[in-house]
């Protein structure tokens, strides 16, 4: 199946009370193990690329071309959605170039007049060309790719304003952090997810963040609109953990030299254990 943008399989999610996963992708590897899992589960899936992992895998261009090909030779079925993640304005544009089915905007560090004129220009551009557009108000928190998120809870008439130019989907700051939540975590505030709710109605809303957020409130989140959740981190610790002890038990020193089939394995196991765990939690599977 070819890429497909995320809007169909965002409102059926909508629609039908769940989430689809969006897993971000650094690798060969990364990318493999998440399209075969997605495959295994039948359940859509998001692929996302932050603008650094695009520059590490040398660019946009390879990045569309290489998961373009794996649909083809995995023969993967289900359906998948190639995602800018945080995109600036300018590696909006590269991406839609380079053949991606989906692009977030992060304008939510500018002024809000600001967001939206260029909002308002990206949606001109993704209609046109099929694609589906996240866009972002309050800054999600922590850090991502050097860029640094207050974790502010978004204004939802500013949502409405975003919504209203017609994005396919809205992600909302709603104390949702990236990375490892810290102790006193005060937790999402479902008061002002359901303030935007009320305004935006019937858009899908993205909770970035998935990585630490208890399961329940993942289950709320989704039954007041949340339609997409962004896993990063817990790729990246389950991929660690997974490496560090084949290594620590010394089996990276059998045979001739380094053998990346070898030596990924068991990351690209976890990255699999990891996305069939989100992907139940979201409930997800099944619905390709
Ligand atoms: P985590 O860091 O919690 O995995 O969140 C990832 C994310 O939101 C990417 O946009």
């Not at 304005?89 to 590269?94: A, I, P, R, S």
């Not at 999600?140 to 919504?163: Q, T, W, Y």
């Not at 609109?225 to 991929?239: H, P, R, S, Y």
Request: aromatic residues 6%.
């Amino acid at each position: 199946m070819a890429l497909v943008s995320a809007k169909e399989m965002l409102e059926k999610a909508r629609d039908g009370k769940y989430a689809v996963g969006q897993f971000n992708i650094n690798n060969l590897e990364w990318t493999k193990s998440i399209l075969q899992t997605a495959e295994e589960l039948k359940s859509p899936v998001i692929l996302g690329v932050s603008e650094g992992a695009g520059k590490y895998m040398t660019g946009f261009k390879t990045v569309a071309d290489m998961v373009k090909a794996m649909l083809e030779c995995l023969n993967i079925t289900v359906p998948v959605a190639l995602h800018l993640d945080h995109g600036t304005y300018e590696g909006c544009y590269k991406c839609i170039e380079a053949g991606f089915s989906s692009i977030m905007f992060d304008g939510s560090h500018f002024p809000i007049a600001e967001n939206i004129e260029k909002t308002k220009e990206l949606v001109k551009v993704c209609k046109k060309r099929g694609l589906s557009l996240e866009a972002e108000v309050g800054a999600i928190g922590g850090e991502e790719d050097g860029v640094i998120g207050k974790g502010e809870c978004a204004n939802p008439d500013e949502c409405k304003r975003i919504a209203d130019l017609g994005v396919t989907m809205l992600a909302a700051g709603i104390g949702n952090i990236h990375g490892k939540y810290p102790a006193n975590w005060e937790g999402l505030s479902f008061e002002t997810l359901a303030a935007v709710k009320e305004k935006v109605g019937d858009m899908p809303l993205v909770l970035h963040g998935g990585t630490g957020i208890p399961t329940d409130m993942i289950k709320k989140a989704i039954s007041l609109g949340v339609a997409k959740i962004n896993v990063n981190t817990e790729c990246q610790l389950a991929f660690q953990e997974a490496t560090r002890k084949y290594i620590q038990e010394g089996k990276d020193l059998v045979g001739k030299g380094f053998d990346p089939r070898k030596l990924l394995a068991p990351g690209c196991e976890a990255i699999k254990a990891t996305v069939r765990e989100k992907s139940e939690i979201f409930g997800s599977i099944g619905k390709a």
